[in-house]
């Protein structure tokens, strides 16, 4: 569905300031749902005015950008609030796999936003005589009930000589690592509602960026970049181990991961990758010098921020251009690229479609956040798809990789169990 100006064919967008709602969560008033929510901040909107379905090529995110500038470009705007995230607002999920169809843009048809600090607005697309948006409290959504499992592509027993197959091609030279992701099927006895599964995440793990877009819903710990007006930045991680089961074994674990050569060289290659995409982009561009630890309520992680100035002639690139130069990122495919992802192919026997590809949200001024689609599900009917995957090096055990899908894999069942 579009909605248009009858006079001029055009968008018509309003942004007006509004009272703090509090939980942008709770506002939402049906089950399909757009969101990326970090800390309690970010954009939470409904309705369709805009939509496209992108096929597959590795054009995707150019014919993407056509796309949107073919609907901000021409729209009839009224901004009062003038901030980031404010005017019309696209949200999007792309394929991991040039090869996949199914790549999505969504311009709500409203959107409530707050940046935390006090401020907060509503962003309507209307057309003339239609009323604003409805930002009332949503009534109570049921949870998933009677929920069955089953393995997806792989057993863990199969994904396990996957692992094997992987560390077999890498010690005999053929690339340096590899990223296999596993899947799960969790059946439900109705629909099941994404606010339930969004609304679970954003409480537990607020730390993350909380998402949803077109059925694909989760709480990715990976920030792929960010922009704001000529900056920009990027939260790479690479290397985990899970929390210790009280403050020693903690730290125990944490300076373990520090240490280890595995995960460490893990890291390195995610975060070349994410300098390889970013740096000739960029006047300045900052990388921290070590990784540091970065701590969830399941897991830890080496992690390593990015800042750097976009050059004058790069900041006509939207925060999706930006997302689009950096997939993808050794983080979730491996180095070479090339070879990586010709292997993983080969090893996974599944369609990754949306999940390890760019998800977020891009405004009209090309300001926009984008992370990658991790601990996340596709949801569609009665039917979750949970994946979860890791990054596969010479020193890989596949007993322990199997071991840490389990803990990745954890957040997203109990989201939907209770």
Not at 32 to 51: K, M, N, P, T, Y
Request: charged letters at 25%.
């Amino acid at each position: 569905m579009r909605v248009l100006s009858q006079e001029t064919g055009r968008l018509v967008v309003r942004t007006v300031a509004v009272p703090d709602p509090g939980d942008l969560l709770d506002r939402l008033p049906q089950p399909d749902v757009l969101a990326w929510i970090h800390q309690g901040a970010g954009l939470a909107g409904w309705g369709e005015a805009a939509r496209v379905t992108l096929p597959a090529g590795e054009d995707r995110f150019t014919a993407g950008e056509k796309w949107l500038r073919s609907v901000f470009d021409p729209a009839d705007v009224d901004d009062q609030v003038r901030v980031r995230g404010t005017g019309p607002v696209a949200f999007g999920s792309f394929t991991f796999d040039a090869s996949s169809d199914g790549s999505v843009l969504i311009v709500p048809r409203t959107v409530l936003g707050r940046d935390g600090r006090g401020l907060a607005w509503l962003t309507t697309v209307y057309g003339p005589g239609e009323p604003d948006g409805d930002t009332s409290p949503s009534p109570a959504v049921a949870a998933p009930a009677d929920l069955e499992w089953r393995d997806g592509s792989l057993t863990g027993e199969q994904w396990g000589q996957a692992v094997a197959e992987a560390v077999t091609a890498i010690k005999a030279g053929r690339l340096r690592k590899v990223v296999l992701a596993r899947d799960v099927f969790a059946a439900a006895a109705e629909p099941i509602d994404a606010r339930v599964l969004l609304g679970r995440l954003a409480d537990r793990y607020p730390e993350c960026f909380t998402f949803a877009c077109d059925g694909m819903v989760g709480a990715t710990p990976e920030l792929l970049v960010r922009r704001t007006g000529r900056q920009v930045s990027a939260l790479v991680l690479g290397g985990t181990l899970p929390r210790g089961a009280d403050l020693a074994q903690d730290e125990a674990l944490g300076d373990e991961l520090l240490a280890s050569a595995k995960n460490t060289e893990e890291h390195a290659y995610a975060v070349a990758s994410i300098r390889a995409g970013l740096g000739p982009l960029c006047d300045t561009l900052e990388v921290d010098p070590h990784p540091a630890l970065l701590k969830f309520p399941n897991l830890q992680h080496l992690g390593t921020r990015i800042r750097g100035t976009l050059a004058e002639n790069e900041t006509q690139k939207s925060a999706l251009a930006l997302a689009a130069a950096v997939h993808p990122p050794a983080a979730v495919c491996g180095t070479p690229t090339a070879t990586a992802l010709e292997l993983l192919r080969d090893l996974e026997h599944m369609d990754r479609e949306r999940y390890a590809g760019p998800v977020g949200w891009v405004d009209a001024e090309g300001n926009g956040e984008w992370g990658i689609a991790l601990r996340c599900a596709q949801l569609s009917g009665h039917t979750a798809r949970l994946f979860a995957g890791c990054g596969i090096v010479a020193g890989s055990d596949p007993a322990a990789e199997i071991a840490e899908t389990i803990v990745k894999l954890k957040p997203r069942r109990d989201a939907l169990e209770g």
